[in-house]
């Protein structure tokens, strides 16, 4: 079974936010750059499923060469190989643009699979996955929690407001992962993991090698575009009930605060 | 001829969900700022029934797909029924549930009709014509207003319980236009569907969360923050340290991995306040933090904050509620 994970480099969860001075992008300085963390559960998946079914899984991401770092790590983690969209602007000519050349990458694949994350923890714009398998013709099931697979079919779990589904599909398929770290459990990646994975193929493509013509690629051709930044109203510092109360003293004043001030109860 | 805003209803169990609402009345405002009428479009097993409905949220006309093969949603079914529906609106615009079926539908449309979109919109706006939506990003960290290039269809979809609902005005009804469904071939399908018929409140749509954390110490002390929820009529969430040690379903993380939630009221125990709890919660109306350590930063967030211990404090706590609760009725 071949399996190719879609991957995205993303600032780490810790990174604090800062405004750029052109208004529309964040501060970059000092952020440490990890897999984002719902394509690590993607990885984890898709080697699970190697170890039991055999096969290999690819690992297939784009954008500057700081991405790259990423990607060896999800080597480490256990992938084979990796594919890696060389076009630093890539992200800059919109998302469906990015769409399109990770689909005709994976074309030139032809995978039983396709894993990657159901959103990235940056923008959050939850569309790569079910945008690559529109391209593709394929099926997709997303925010998998669950994934079985015998070889033929893929069957998934995924929660929504209220309740729980259970889709199936035949393969070829793109499944998109939920959940969280407790689901998961993504792997570290080892240390002869990272000896090894400096040895392992990556392939450089450009879009030209895709068969994509790069001139279709340029920022103007993005759809959406950003205007500006904001940050959230900071929050006023609160109180902290004390005034040498005793705890049902403090049980009463956040009773009668949640009502009187708040009214929240 | 004057393109319209289009609606995409999210349809369930027999009925339009309440964000569909919201979204619809967010439509109108759209539709009467660009001048323009609102159409929507439903699709479901049994929806031609209830699609007039949408009428009294100010929808206009509704195109519909109704078959008993539209039960439960599957992308690669759904996506080209829905888009073929939009395009018969011939719309300027689209709005969206950003609900887990809608973001899904959503991001495959986009690919399909070539249409620039964002998702989870907490507010959108018309300037001189031109549509610009806001959206979080980082989790909330940080807003970011997106417009569209010139001569593209802005794809919306809507964050739930954010942008607000019109009194349905019950005299009102929409134009049902049903429209013959071909089923296209499908290698995916929909196994089973299990609504939670229990009554209890989600965290996603909960005015009030009861969370833990790891200052918990065990799954059964959970129990603490479900008396209180009962007295609350509240939610109950967890960190995800309370979620990676077993306490806690998955499904109930609060954080940049787990749900974003914006309850009027956040009551954070046991809980310390990291980046990426902070990150999920920190746009609720009221935040009470229980922690026994002064130095917490969640306390940086608390409107109110209590240093005790919580097992010392919340079956006081809840007592104390209780007495007003029956104080009041
Ligand atoms: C990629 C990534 C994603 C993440 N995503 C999330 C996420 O979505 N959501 C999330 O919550 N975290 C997330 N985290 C984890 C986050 O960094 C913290 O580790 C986690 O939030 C800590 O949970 P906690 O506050 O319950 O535990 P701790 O940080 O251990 O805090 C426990 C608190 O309980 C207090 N306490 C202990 N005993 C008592 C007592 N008896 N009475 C009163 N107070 C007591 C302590 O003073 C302490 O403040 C993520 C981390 C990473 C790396």
Redesign the pocket.
Known sequence: MNIVVILKQTP???SVIRIAGDGKSVVTDGFKW?IN?YDEFAVEAALKIKEKHGGKVTILSYGPQRVVEAVRTALAMGADDAVFIDEEHLESCGRIKVAQAVAAAIKEMSPDLVFCGSRA?DMDMAQRGPMVAEFLGWPHLALATSIECDGKTVSIQRSLEGGKVTQESTLPVLVTFGG??AVWNPRYASLPGIMKAKKKPLQNKKLADLGLDAAEFTPEKAKVRVVSLELPPERKPGKIIDGGLDTEGKARELVRLLHEEAKVI | MSKCVCVIAEYRGGNFRRVTHEVASEGRRIADALGVPLQAVAVGSGVAEKAAELGRYGVEKVFVADDPALEGYIAETHTPIVADLVQKCDPAVVIMPASVDGKDLGARLSARLLAGLVQDSTEIVVENGKIKAKKPIY?GKCYCWNEWADGEMPLISCRPNVMGCLAPDESKSAQVDKVEVTLPEARSSVKSLELDTSGRVGLSGAETIVS??????EAGNFSLLEDLAQVLDAAVG??????DSGWRPHAD??????KVVNPNLYIA?????????L??MGSSKYIVA????AD?P?FTKADYGIV??????MPVFVEELKKYKSSCS
């Open positions: 780490d969860t810790e990890v963390p923890v969280s770290h | 989790a833990g954390g790891r200052g918990l110490k967890a960190s995800r340290a309370a979620v993380q609060v954080g940049q991995t787990g125990v046991g809980i310390s306040g990291a980046i990426q709890h990150a999920g229980v922690n026994k350590d917490a969640i005790e211990d919580l097992f010392q404090f």
